[in-house]
């Protein structure tokens, strides 16, 4: 039997591994794009040259791949009725990994797109004849502010409160996901990625992930404050104090093998009801080795204190306003994935995220051209 599967956030920094990961098992798929945001197909197509795909894939996309245009915040996401109706009875799964994941965004932008907009992608799987299976791409972070202890797959709930908006709009899209399975009674498999990550190069045509918007956070706060950077004679490395603990650690996830669990644990048979995954990596990267790439990216030092200082610099205090991005350097919480690993064994990635595999995917300065 043909299975046709549609995709949201094709173009994204998951949606591309997911992609790619899907055409291994689907010969064709509707790929829901953002609307007016530039030619999806080739972006995608850039994608699959710079991570090496064969030219063969490459050279079938366009006719492997249905480019259907939607705006997640609109009610059937910017579809006539006609044409909503036809794109829902011709899916059997409907994988959401459409979102803003911009931890700047003020609650209201972010509950547009990934509440409303999750919102609009259930409305779809409702529609269909085939009732389509949904697969909803959430976050771990849903288990927001709470920095200690353990975070359960199947726990939510917002008694911690969250670190920024995005934590909150990514906790109602799930709360929303699991009253519109009991009410439709539809099984969903919602998956909870940690912090994603790549050893590809960054590149200008690829979409970027979170490290290096840390990254470009802290140049850009460095260049407001006027510090000197390492070409000026003379200057030294600003140095900044953030709040974190010593023994912090975070979760982070090649995307690629993210992506691999993903679509493996929608092939297995649902349960029913909504099913939570945590996926994530085996072990956690301490907050040391994440300030130690920081420092090899910008030229500072960071110094992790435990209480924020009284005399903040003017640097410091730009970086204050940063929510969400100097919170995780607290937390020493973490994530079960006991249902993955009993279903898939010990470790699903079969390496350590270290100094030099987050190096790769963010030092070495790609040509610009090619
Ligand atoms: N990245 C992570 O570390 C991480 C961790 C945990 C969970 N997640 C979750 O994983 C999912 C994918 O994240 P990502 O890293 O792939 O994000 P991303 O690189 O920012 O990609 C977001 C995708 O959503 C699309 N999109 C954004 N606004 C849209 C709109 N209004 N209408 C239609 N499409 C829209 C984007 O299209 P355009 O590019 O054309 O705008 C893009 O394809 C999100 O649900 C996120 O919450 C991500």
């Known amino acids: ?64 791949l249905r480019v259907v245009e ?20 011709g899916l059997d799964a409907i994988w959401h990994s459409a979102g803003s994941i911009n931890l700047e965004d003020d609650l209201a932008r972010l509950r547009r797109i990934n509440v409303e ?41 917002d008694t911690y409160g969250f670190e920024n908006a995005y934590e909150r709009s990514k906790y109602e899209a799930e709360v929303l996901v699991r009253a519109w399975s009991r009410a439709h009674d539809r099984p969903v498999l ?14 200008p045509d690829l979409p970027s992930h979170p490290l290096q918007v840390i990254e470009r956070i802290l140049q850009d706060s460095l260049r407001t404050a006027g510090l000197a950077g390492p070409g000026i004679p003379g200057s030294s490395r600003p140095e900044i104090r953030l709040v974190g603990h010593p023994h912090g650690h975070l979760n ?23 099913d939570t995954y945590n996926v994530v990596h085996g072990h956690d990267v301490p907050v040391p080795t994440i300030v130690a790439l920081l420092e090899r990216l910008v030229y500072l030092n960071l110094d992790v204190v435990a ?9 410091e205090s730009l970086l204050d306003f940063y929510p969400g991005f100097t919170a995780y350097l607290s937390h020493r919480r973490r994530f079960d994935d006991t249902r993955v690993r009993t279903l898939f064994g010990p470790s699903t990635t079969g390496f350590r995220v270290d100094l ?15």
């Not at 689907?26 to 030619?39: K, P, Q």
């Not at 006539?80 to 829902?88: E, R, T, V, W, Y």
């Not at 999750?118 to 389509?132: D, K, S």
């Not at 982070?252 to 029913?272: F, H, I, W």
């Open 1 to 64: 039997m043909v299975v046709h599967v549609a995709l949201t956030g094709a173009t994204g920094f998951l949606g591309l591994r997911l992609l790619r990961r899907l055409l291994t098992t689907h010969a064709s798929l509707t790929v829901l794009t953002h609307a007016r945001s530039g030619d999806a197909l080739h972006r995608i197509t850039r994608f699959f040259k710079l991570s090496g795909a064969p030219d063969t894939l490459i050279a079938a996309l366009p006719s492997r």
């Open 70 to 89: 939607t705006e997640l915040e609109r009610p059937r996401l910017g579809l006539s009725g006609n044409d909503f109706q036809k794109l829902a009875d």
């Open 117 to 157: 907009g999750t919102r609009h992608v259930l409305e779809l799987a409702a529609a269909g004849h085939r009732n389509p299976a949904v697969h909803h791409v959430s976050t771990a972070f849903v288990a927001g502010a709470r920095r200690e202890g353990v975070a359960y797959e199947d726990e939510l709930d």
């Open 190 to 203: 919602v998956l909870r990625p940690s912090i994603l990550v790549t050893d590809l190069p960054p590149h």
């Open 252 to 274: 982070l996830m090649p995307v690629e093998d993210a992506a691999e669990v993903m679509v493996r644990l929608a092939g297995r048979p649902p349960s029913g009801g909504v």
């Open 307 to 315: 209480r924020k200082p009284d005399d903040a610099s003017a640097l």
């Open 356 to 370: 030099d595999y987050l190096w790769s995917g963010l030092g070495p300065r790609p040509a610009t051209a090619g």
